[in-house]
């Protein structure tokens, strides 16, 4: 077999698994991350992250999204997260995310000293507004100097249910 087939096999088998990795995300509709600098999370600092819904009879999953460092102190995150429609009705919640078993080993996927995990958050919903959404999320962790340390990066992901 010749050098010129191989190498035009090689490019449909790369173009293949380009297609399937890429296929694999379709049901991601919006998806967002903050990068925290130093991975200090103030408490008075609120992330914010907008998406927009085109279609308001879809049922979407929203999941939470966290990147701790193992320096973080604490086995739990409490947040205080808000969706606001474009009419400007807010949504409030409080969410616990439990970062850490009880055995102090951290959940989710970890690379080095970084774990990462997705948590459900509100699983088979709709938005009943077409237009443009925004969550505010901001830190409930009661800390000494209030600012959060281990906490690299915080997301949403919005995905189709079906």
Request: aromatic share 16%; net charge neutral; charged share 25%.
């Amino acid at each position: 077999m010749s050098l010129k087939n191989d190498n035009f096999r090689y490019g449909w088998i790369i173009i293949f698994f380009a297609i399937v990795l890429f296929s694999c995300n379709r049901k991601v509709v919006s998806e967002d991350y903050h990068q925290l600098k130093d991975a200090e999370w103030q408490q008075d600092m609120i992330m914010e992250f907008n998406f927009d819904i085109a279609d308001s009879t879809k049922i979407y999953n929203l999941s939470l999204n966290v990147r701790n460092e193992g320096r973080y102190q604490y086995s739990n995150l409490w947040l205080f997260v808000s969706i606001e429609p474009p009419s400007g009705k807010v949504h409030k919640d409080s969410v616990e995310l439990t970062l850490a078993n009880p055995a102090g080993r951290w959940l989710g996927s970890g690379l080095g000293d970084l774990y990462e995990k997705k948590y459900p958050y509100k699983q088979n919903i709709f938005f009943p507004e077409k237009g443009n959404y925004t969550i505010k999320v901001r830190q409930g962790m009661r800390t000494e100097n209030e600012i959060l340390k281990g906490i690299h990066d915080f997301g949403f992901c919005l995905e189709k249910a079906y």
